[in-house]
């Protein structure tokens, strides 16, 4: 973890919060090329949940809303770690996740024994609307971005006209005061989600479950996540929620540990009808050809961005030998991300920079892919310098215009360029006017 965290910083993917005032725990910000890879996971997301189906549809709601959502949900009473003080050093802990010595718990900060009883923590972040700070202005920074889905259920409805079995998606920040913010941005205090809730009637239930279990657990694979470090955890009766009929956690193999990616929970129509009730709004979908009003159930299928950048970054680190640019090994970093999801699709490279011909030729091939594709410029430095700082960043494609390109070693090469692959680092010589439609067809 440290080689990662470390290369994040030195790249640019994330940087602590507000950094040169100490930071902010749980807080964390990416950086150019963070920003990127964020971006293409939640466009996939999005692609796949949303465009490419006929059945769900999308939403963005707002972060602050009326209590009354936070009450009828049950978070107001309900969502909550156990916390306990250590008396010595006056950390504050999570209940759960203390170490023991001899069966006895410790603080992980001190190793005092001196602990409190555990007592509920509500996590929700307690903010006040307007002027006035008093009980009748208090709202919360949504911890989950479900709920305005739950809330808005009636209006997408109405409005999309769809027949169950349909979901609403949606992607966005969730914020939530942990009391042991760790593993660097896996458990923070401000994060997104990617959140689907698809309603169905109560006897698809169970089987759209195991569907979306599959459909998520392919989701993974296609950004480059390999299946044998995916593990799909049955959650066990006692720790489900009471209203779920089933949960699937899937779980990613991170350097510190098997951990939660997403969840996949079959929620029945608990969260619809519990707003039905607190609103007195009928929250109901009518079936027109059995004549029937009732409350759909609901698969949801809850991942977290944040997690699954972390999980990418983990999983394309990497570390091999390459040539230099006199044919010696030397060692290289390399992010081995799968061109869908890589942050930088293609660098283009002069092989010298003081050739204007070179140069120029390199500017117009910049132009040529830059309405398709992310792409970097680079013209400084040995050509296997420039390889390399592309292959610690996960760059999956490399294009060289040599001589050979301008034509003066016959027309045979004229118009060409060397394309060269991040994984194998083989070359080919391909025609300038191909480019586009090979590069495109690799990267989606
Ligand atoms: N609406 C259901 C829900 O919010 P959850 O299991 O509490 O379920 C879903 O959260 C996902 O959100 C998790 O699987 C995880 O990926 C992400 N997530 C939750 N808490 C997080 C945190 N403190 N930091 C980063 N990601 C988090």
């Not at 609307?129 to 920074?141: F, H, K, M």
């Not at 808005?152 to 109405?158: A, I, M, P």
Request: glycine share 6%; proline share 5%; charged share 30%.
């Amino acid at each position: 973890m440290e080689k990662i965290v470390s290369l994040c910083k030195r790249r640019g993917f994330i940087f602590q919060s507000s950094e040169i005032y100490g930071g902010l725990n749980g807080a964390w910000d990416y950086g150019p090329l963070g920003v990127e890879l964020k971006r293409n996971l939640k466009d996939y997301w999005w692609r796949t949940m949303v465009h490419e189906r006929d059945d769900v549809v999308g939403m963005d709601g707002s972060i602050l809303m009326n209590r009354a959502v936070w009450k009828a949900s049950g978070h107001e009473e309900t969502f909550t770690d156990p916390m306990v003080d250590c008396r010595t050093c006056k950390a504050r802990l999570r209940a759960d996740q203390i170490p023991q010595k001899n069966g006895v718990p410790q603080c992980p900060n001190c190793g005092g024994k001196d602990l409190t009883e555990p007592r509920s923590f509500n996590l929700m972040f307690k903010t006040y609307v307007g002027a006035t700070e008093d009980e009748s202005s208090i709202t919360y920074l949504r911890p989950e971005t479900a709920q305005s889905i739950f809330v808005q259920f009636k209006n997408v409805l109405d409005v999309s006209r769809k027949k169950l079995p349909f979901g609403i998606a949606q992607i966005g920040k969730a914020f939530r005061n942990e009391i042991n913010p760790r593993n660097f941005t896996f458990r923070s205090r401000e994060f997104e989600q990617m959140e689907l809730e698809y309603f169905c009637r109560p006897e698809q239930g169970m089987e759209l479950l195991e569907y979306w279990k599959e459909e998520r657990l392919k989701f993974y694979e296609d950004i480059g996540i390999a299946r044998e470090k995916l593990h799909v955890l049955t959650v066990p009766d006692a720790e489900r929620a009471f209203y779920s009929k089933g949960t699937y956690d899937i779980e990613y193999e991170f350097p510190f540990g098997r951990q939660e990616l997403e969840g996949v929970a079959y929620r029945t129509d608990y969260d619809l009808s519990q707003h039905q009730n607190a609103s007195g709004k009928p929250l109901e979908y009518f079936d027109e050809e059995a004549k029937q009003k009732f409350i759909p159930h609901v698969i949801e299928p809850s991942a977290g961005v944040d997690r699954t950048v972390l999980a990418l970054i983990c999983e394309a680190y990497d570390e091999d030998t390459a040539p230099d640019d006199k044919g010696k090994q030397e060692s290289r970093i390399v992010l081995r991300f799968s061109p869908r999801i890589a942050p930088i699709k293609c660098a283009v490279f002069p092989l010298l920079k003081n050739k204007e011909p070179l140069v120029a030729k390199a500017r117009a091939v910049v132009n040529l892919l830059r309405p398709h594709m992310n792409v970097f410029y680079d013209e400084t430095g040995a050509i296997g310098r420039r390889y390399r700082r592309q292959d610690e960043i996960g760059t999956p494609f490399g294009i060289t215009i040599d001589f050979e390109t301008l034509g003066e070693r016959g027309d045979d090469f004229r118009d060409t360029v060397t394309l060269r692959e991040r994984d194998s680092m083989k070359q080919e010589r391909v025609k300038i006017a191909d480019l586009v439609q090979l590069l495109v067809a690799r990267i989606s």
